[in-house]
């Protein structure tokens, strides 16, 4: 109990440092809250307009995908807050940063994932987070305490799983020494799969998205089960405890990998 007390406090010393950090340069700040968040409501007005002019996508509403779009994007937004130095880990390990985190009398990953906490990161949840109460309010979701408890379990499971991910694809930069085209790739891979109902695909993609890299869980399946559209798959359960369970399994696997490739850490040689 000692030991996780002085964790959690030196996660708030952390935490604390990159606030400032975050806040040293407001009109950076400023900026990102201007710019950022027209990205996402661009996103979701395209999609509006194709709704409008063409038909329902795969019997989703316009609604129903602001509810899944905005969803998406929360996650989204708290992943590049809590673990955008995930997307950097080739960089550390080829300037030798990790020496540094390494010398020091903590847990590795625990200084890795707390070195760099992107205050800014939140202009990307923002609007994320006013796509969401709109669909929530036009698609007329119910706000029981149950649904709301389901949603903070996607919520956290879909931030999870989005982390883990990113912090599996970094780690495979101790073994390659770069890996930030992953990141990338992943970046333009989430957009596709978790702003917009899955069912858009073919069948095999649906599978992969599900049982290999389960994207599905991140926004489409929970979203899905809030208003009883088939999916065409069965799980047991509610689908949200699936996404946090999946979320929380994925991380904890993203924690093995990275410390099967700290051992093969070399430091920048000379």
């Not at 994932?113 to 109460?133: A, E, H, R, S, Y």
Request: aromatic share 20%; net charge positive; proline share 3%.
């Amino acid at each position: 109990m000692k030991t996780l007390l002085r964790y959690f406090s030196l996660a708030k010393y952390f935490l604390k440092i990159n606030i400032q950090c975050g806040l040293e340069y407001p009109s950076y700040l400023i900026s990102w809250l201007i710019s950022n968040p027209l990205q996402f409501f661009f996103g979701i007005i395209t999609v509006k307009v194709i709704i409008t002019n063409f038909h329902a996508l795969e019997g989703w509403s316009f609604e129903q995908i602001a509810f899944l779009y905005g969803l998406g994007i929360i996650s989204h937004g708290l992943s590049v807050v809590f673990f955008i130095q995930t997307w950097y880990i080739d960089y550390m390990i080829t300037d030798g940063e990790f020496d540094r985190l390494m010398v020091r009398p903590l847990n590795v990953f625990f200084q890795f994932c707390f070195k760099d906490f992107n205050f800014v990161g939140i202009t990307d949840m923002l609007p994320g987070l006013v796509i969401f109460i709109y669909g929530c309010i036009a698609s007329g979701f119910s706000f029981t305490v149950i649904n709301i408890i389901k949603i903070l379990l996607v919520i956290i499971g879909a931030t999870a799983l989005r982390g883990a991910i990113y912090t599996i694809s970094g780690s495979l930069a101790f073994w390659t020494k770069r890996s930030g085209i992953l990141t990338s790739v992943y970046l333009t891979l989430f957009t596709y799969t978790t702003q917009y109902p899955v069912s858009i695909f073919p069948r095999l993609i649906q599978d992969l998205l599900t049982f290999i890299l389960p994207l599905a869980f991140i926004s489409y399946f929970p979203s899905s089960e809030f208003f009883g559209i088939d999916t065409g798959y069965r799980f047991m359960g509610s689908l949200s405890v699936w996404t946090f369970g999946v979320g929380i399994a994925f991380y904890l696997l993203s924690m093995t990998v990275f410390k099967i490739g700290l051992r093969r850490y070399e430091s920048c040689g000379s």
